[in-house]
């Protein structure tokens, strides 16, 4: 370089200086004594009282004190000092800190030593970090908000309708008791299929709220998983017979069956499973398999496999299986119907279960989903008689001449109930809320007590 292109080191120096002065951020140098070589004009506005002190002398806690005094004055002097005395360590020991500027910023310094012994410091500022942070939360905390107002609509609106479904149902079955003609029992079975139909549809939506809203329980007893599976079974093998399947169950003779676990929502699962696979099979058939894996002592894994000779699915159908309110393709709703929960559910009740679902699938080779959960070891239950001590007339022996109080604010409900109760010899007081009900029980003592979870004025667990 010819010497009249050579930088003097006053004009280095001064490049340097503009150069740091132009950093976004706080910059400084300190020797090894903590006394400033090199700053930036951010950091004099940043840090002025701490930059102040280290330049009349004083010692590098000193200044750091001084500078916490200047951000937070409002602080005793001993609690400054604490303050203090945490940044100067954390910054030696080379961890960053955050701390807010006198204007309102909020960055983020990071201290590291050179190699004469010195040290340099750069402020980065987060205060935009911090800004989208606190507005992610924000929308989380709506959002959440959003799904529980949702997930308590939809509770409620099921809630709401299943009443008087319920109803209807509980007519139709007792006209099915009666003198029909066979036009009138096949118009009557249509609004049964149908009600079921919508009453499944209803409860989908309820388990799926539930489960959303955080607020659905599992409810573990002892149980045989073994008498489970065989009465699926058989629920399932008309089905299967009708559209010319082989339906078949095969229980591991190893496999622990005697268990502590929720057999409805095992039930559920499996039934889901078992719908969905007779359901989607034009051939060949469905297999159910069960195995138990121990985990410790008392503890074990249940896995029960369903496979089928289905038409099996590719990648991108796999990847939404379990999407709530979603089905294979447009044509799979309009051909079986259906809303697209049931596996969503089943997926979210394993997962509760400590356990969960998983599936295998090729086109045209079907497909095998297995259920997982855990379980304790339980102790053998007795199975139910396979039918209730009934006498001639069609009434249970033990239930006549109980006296029951029948507690619901839905008069059609009370009224359903009371058909279907009266017939077995139970005399049945009503009260239609929790206060009539309590009030009913101190004038007189009741065997049985049949109460609804919702009601106006006093509900069921309140009245309990």
């Known amino acids: ?10 004009d280095m120096a001064a490049i340097v200086q503009e150069a740091v002065n132009r950093l976004p951020g706080g910059f400084i140098v300190y020797d090894p004594d903590r006394k400033i070589l090199l700053t930036n004009a951010q950091n004099e506005i940043d840090f002025a009282a701490t930059n102040a002190a280290l330049r009349e002398g004083c010692s590098y806690l000193e200044a750091t004190r001084r500078g916490v005094e200047a951000l937070l004055p409002h602080l005793s002097r001993e609690e400054t000092q604490e303050i203090a005395e945490r940044i100067a360590a954390t910054l030696e020991s080379g961890e960053p800190i955050e701390v807010m500027t006198p204007r309102g910023a909020i960055l983020q310094i990071t201290e590291t030593k050179l190699s004469f012994g010195g040290y340099v410091a750069v402020g980065a500022d987060v205060t935009g970090i911090h800004e989208r942070e606190r507005e992610l939360r924000k929308a989380r905390k709506e959002a959440e908000a959003a799904n529980e107002a949702k997930s308590a609509f939809l509770a409620n609106i099921s809630h709401e309708i299943r009443t008087p479904l319920n109803g209807i149902l509980g007519m139709a079955q007792l006209m099915a008791s009666t003198e029909l003609t066979p036009e009138q029992r096949d118009q009557l079975d249509t609004i049964l299929d149908s009600g079921k139909t919508l009453m499944a549809i209803l409860n989908d939506v309820l388990d799926l709220s539930k489960i959303e809203a955080g607020k659905f329980d599992i409810s573990p007893i002892d149980n045989d998983l073994g008498h489970l599976l065989r009465r699926l079974e058989k629920l399932w093998a008309p089905r299967a017979i009708e559209k010319g399947l ?8 190893e496999a ?8 409805v929502r095992v039930r559920q699962c499996v039934s889901n499973l078992v719908s969905n696979a007779i359901k989607f099979t034009d051939k060949g058939g469905v297999s159910i398999s069960a195995t138990s894996v121990p985990l410790r002592e008392d503890a074990l894994e249940v896995r029960i496999r369903v496979a089928d000779t289905g038409p099996g699915m590719n990648a991108t159908t796999l990847g939404k299986l379990f999407t709530p309110f979603t089905q294979a393709d447009a044509s799979t709703s309009r051909r079986f119907g259906g809303t697209g929960l049931g596996l969503s559910i089943s997926s979210k009740l394993a997962e509760l279960m400590d356990g969960g679902i998983s599936v295998e699938s090729e086109e045209g080779k079907g497909s095998v ?27 249970v022996r033990w239930a006549k001449g109980l006296t029951m109080l029948l507690v619901d604010d839905h008069a059609l409900n009370r009224k359903v109930a009371r058909l279907f109760l009266e017939p077995l010899g139970i005399a049945i007081v009503e009260a239609e809320n ?3 009900a309590i009030r009913c029980l101190q004038t007189q003592p009741f065997d049985l007590v049949l109460l609804d979870m919702h009601m106006p004025v006093m509900d069921g667990p309140e009245t309990l």
């Not at 370089?1 to 006053?10: A, L, P, V």
């Open 369 to 395: 989903f297995t259920l997982a959960f855990r379980a304790t070891l339980g102790r053998r239950v007795g199975e139910a008689p396979a039918h209730a001590d009934v006498d001639k007339t069609g009434g």
């Open 246 to 253: 082989n339906l078949k169950l095969e229980i591991d003779p």
């Open 1 to 10: 370089m010819s010497e009249g292109k050579m930088i003097s080191d006053r």
């Open 256 to 263: 622990q069956t005697f268990l502590r676990f929720d057999p």
């Open 434 to 436: 929790g206060e009539e």
